[in-house]
């Protein structure tokens, strides 16, 4: 968060995020208080505008369907797509065996074309488990395949992540307990 006085500013305050900060902008002659009052305020506007743009659960579903449709003749079908605000090492992951798909909230403020290679990613892995050339194939038709996998990598390099979309030490494919399968971005 920064705060940045302006001497040509009498009335007006703004505010805008610039790579990831939030900055506000307010008049020389603000005291303190009101300088508390309306980076509050503009801080609450701000989030009010970032959860309108963000798609919630249901979104998020409906979303998955239209990639399924467009991307894999509709033949990947999960029973449920999520949110899931624990998952700090994965983008997303999916329970083939349930058909359950969870998508990391880190996604979440993300530009949508990333947002839909990581669904499309875990839809395919509904088709096919592993990441052979099969499941790659499938992802194929998606424009931005190689862009969205760059910028998820830029990501993780940024926050030094142990994180890339195949996983730690290049595979991403987990079984749990059950042995059933889970297989993340
Ligand atoms: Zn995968």
């Known amino acids: 968060m920064e ?11 703004s505010a805008y995020e610039e790579d990831g900060r939030l900055v506000v902008l307010i008049p020389a002659g603000f005291t303190r208080a009101q300088e508390r009052m309306w980076v509050q305020r503009m801080r609450e506007r701000l989030a009010a505008r970032r959860a309108r743009r963000t798609p919630g659960d249901d979104e998020l579903a409906a979303r998955a369907r239209r990639l399924s449709t ?9 029973a449920s797509v999520a949110w899931v605000g624990n998952q700090r090492r994965r983008w997303g992951s999916c329970t083939p065996a349930t058909r359950t798909i969870r998508i990391s909230e880190q996604v979440r403020g993300m530009p ?40 998820l990598e830029g990501v993780a390099a ?10 730690p030490d290049g595979h991403d494919v987990s079984t749990d307990r059950d042995g059933r399968g889970e297989h993340a971005v």
């Open 70 to 78: 467009r991307y894999l003749q509709g033949r990947a079908r999960p």
């Open 158 to 167: 940024a926050a030094h992540l142990d994180i890339s979309d195949d996983g």
């Open 3 to 13: 705060v940045r006085r302006s001497a040509r500013r009498r009335r007006t305050v």
């Open 112 to 151: 949508g074309w990333v947002l839909d290679y990581v669904l499309l990613h875990e839809l395919a892995h509904l088709l096919v488990p592993g990441h052979g050339p099969d499941f790659w194939a499938l992802l194929e038709p998606y424009p931005r395949l190689e862009r969205a996998r760059g910028y």
